[in-house]
Every structure is written in C-alpha cells, then in structure tokens.
C-alpha cells in the first residue's frame, strides 16, 4: 500500500509563474489536507478537501491559491503569479476519516520562486 | 491565535533518559490529539494519538499523557536513543474537521 505520493520534491518558478503541487492520497482515503510550512515554522493548515468538494479552506489565502481533489485524479493545489513569499515547503496529507484516525502525510514539495 | 502551543522551541537530553515533550491547546472542541516527527527534508511521520476519553496512551517506548481540564498533554520517550532527534509537531482536531499543528519542539538526543 503506498503512500501518500506528491509531487514534484522540487519545483523552482519565476515570480509571475503558476504552480502546481499534486498529492495523491493513500488508497481508500477520501480527505486530503495541505499544509504549508516556511522555513523555522510549523505545519500551518491551508485547506481540507474532500472527493469533488471543499471542507475547510480558512487558511487559504483568498488570492492567488487555490485547491481541487476531482472524483477522478490527485488532488491538485495551484498558486497562481507566484511571489518570492510563496517558497516554502508544501505538504499534503490524506486520512480516511471514518471517526477520528491519523493523518498521513507526503513527502512534501519544496516550492523555490525565484 | 494559536490555538496549539508548543511553549520549547528546542530541548536536549542525554541519551538514556527520558524526553517530555510539552503540548498546551486553548480550544475545548479539540477531541483527538496527535504526536508527529519530522526528520528535515521529509514529511512528518506519525507517531502516537490519544483521544479525549483516555488520559494515557503507550506504544513501544512512546507515551502520550492527556490533562483535559489542563488543556495539556505530553510525550514521553523512554529511554530516548540518537535517532529520536527530530522535530516533534503536537496536533489537535475537532471530529470531522482539519488538523491543528503546534509550531514544534526540536528534540536532540546527545550520545
């Protein structure tokens, strides 16, 4: 069983240029979270997604981010015109979340705009 | 406002002894309670949860104490070994709803 898959590890952007993170939730897990840590920061919760619908997106920034996880795919995190704050480390986790269980999470995308 | 502290940026122990690792929350909705580590350059892994009806949880060398009216828990690591050098993440979640990340308390284990 693999896994919570993200990707890419490594994605380097221009400012101006969009981004997308994918995550792949573990299988038979239909909630995805992402969460943003900058650097010497804690894991800050961006967004919680659930097949086709949005839970919880109160940490998302109202522009330029924003979130997908369609019936059929990864779940999909853009940042469109992205700015030099934008770099940080993007992780995603997947839980099935059938009572209260545990989150697990991906690897992470290492976002660096330049 | 952050509502899952975690008041040690960093803390150091002597290989063989015990690590406590400290983990304070202000919202009284929190039900479920969880310990992740995180090496650099990966993602956290989990470690051991607790619910809001328990007060104690054990695995291996892991421990999780819960203090509702505290609003505090804690982890023990028994004894701690060189690896255990990490960065330690206390969680939060109301059922149903997202998970709620301390800012992390860096662990070294010195040999």
């Known amino acids: 069983n693999a896994g919570v898959m993200q990707n890419p590890r490594h994605l380097v952007r221009r400012r101006g240029q969009e981004a997308r993170l994918r995550c792949s939730p573990m299988?038979?897990?239909?909630?995805v979270y992402w969460y943003r840590q900058l650097p010497e920061e804690g894991l800050k919760f961006m967004v919680y997604?659930?097949?086709?619908?949005?839970?919880?997106e109160s940490g998302m920034p109202k522009e330029r981010f924003s979130a997908e996880f369609p019936k059929e795919g990864p779940s999909i995190l853009r940042i469109q015109q992205v700015v030099r704050g934008d770099s940080a480390a993007y992780f995603c986790?997947?839980?099935?979340?059938?009572?209260?269980?545990?989150?697990?999470f991906g690897q992470g995308t290492r976002l660096t705009v330049v | 406002d952050q509502q899952v502290k975690q008041n040690s940026p960093s803390l150091s122990v002597q290989e063989g002894r015990i690590s406590i690792l400290n983990c304070d929350y202000t919202?009284?909705?929190?039900?479920?309670f969880l310990w992740y580590k995180k090496y650099p350059a990966e993602g956290p892994t989990f470690l051991i949860s607790?619910?809001?009806?328990?007060d104690k949880n054990e695995d291996g060398r892991f421990t999780v104490f819960l203090n509702k009216s505290a609003k505090h828990l804690s982890l023990h690591i028994v004894p701690s070994q060189p690896g255990d050098s990490a960065v330690y993440f206390c969680?939060?979640?109301?059922?149903?709803?997202?998970?709620?990340f301390g800012p992390g308390t860096r662990l070294s284990v010195l040999p």
């Open positions: 919202n009284s909705m929190f039900d479920y």
């Open positions: 299988k038979g897990h239909s909630h």
């Open positions: 607790i619910s809001s009806i328990k």
């Open positions: 997604l659930q097949k086709e619908n949005i839970i919880d």
């Open positions: 986790a997947s839980s099935p979340r059938e009572g209260n269980t545990e989150a697990f």
């Open positions: 969680a939060a979640t109301p059922l149903g709803q997202n998970f709620v």
